[in-house]
């Protein structure tokens, strides 16, 4: 898939995994089908390796916890451009949510810590479209910016990425206050 997905046939996949055509459909509609399972999971990987940092940088604050998850995201999409390539802006919450609401493994521990910010999310209106937006801002903000530096550097952009993640989560406090 080199090529890009809309160059790349079901034959190329197939020969490609060596298995044969009805195989490929047995799990799979379509070559979109299997693109958009592996942009969940890669999806999921970057969640789960952005949880696993968290459990041990012992961070109390959940909107703290938030950007530093963020910041974790973008580090790893910035460490590797050709994942960003494939996730080519698809970075979506549905598939970050789903990576440890059905994990793939027993991973009960990031389980845990989804739903323990869950909770805590509940002092915010409407935390999935929060989460929702936040996960935009960094999909669409540093694809840009790592692969073409425009409007420039993620080094130089992310200070601003994460500050955005920080101003959604201050607009959806319940208690305006804090």
């Known amino acids: 898939m080199s090529q890009g997905i809309s160059k790349t046939s079901i034959s190329d996949i197939v020969d490609q995994a060596g298995v044969a055509k009805g195989t490929f459909y047995l799990y799979f509609k379509d070559k979109y089908d299997i693109?958009?399972?592996?942009?969940?999971?890669?999806?999921a990987q970057l969640l789960?390796?952005?949880?696993?940092?968290?459990?041990?940088?012992n961070i109390s604050d959940f909107e703290d916890s938030i950007v530093f998850i963020a910041d974790s995201i973008l580090n790893q999409l910035?460490?590797?451009?050709?994942?960003?390539k494939f996730i080519s802006k698809n970075l979506s919450w549905v598939s970050l949510r789903s990576a440890v609401t059905q994990p793939e493994d027993?991973?009960?521990?990031?389980?845990?810590?989804?739903?323990?910010?869950?909770?805590?999310?509940?002092?915010?209106?409407?935390?999935?479209?929060m989460f929702f937006m936040i996960t935009n801002v960094i999909s669409s903000s540093c694809y840009s910016a790592v692969l073409y530096s425009e409007p420039a550097d993620i080094s130089v952009l992310k200070p601003h990425?994460?500050?955005?993640?920080?101003?959604?989560?201050?607009s959806h406090r319940k208690d305006k206050t804090t």
């Open 48 to 57: 789960k390796n952005a949880l696993s940092r968290l459990m041990t940088a």
């Open 35 to 43: 693109h958009n399972k592996l942009i969940c999971h890669k999806s």
């Open 161 to 170: 990425i994460l500050g955005c993640v920080r101003d959604i989560m201050i």
């Open 106 to 129: 027993d991973d009960d521990a990031l389980t845990d810590i989804y739903d323990r910010l869950k909770i805590r999310a509940q002092g915010y209106n409407e935390p999935e479209i």
């Open 78 to 84: 910035s460490e590797n451009p050709n994942l960003l």
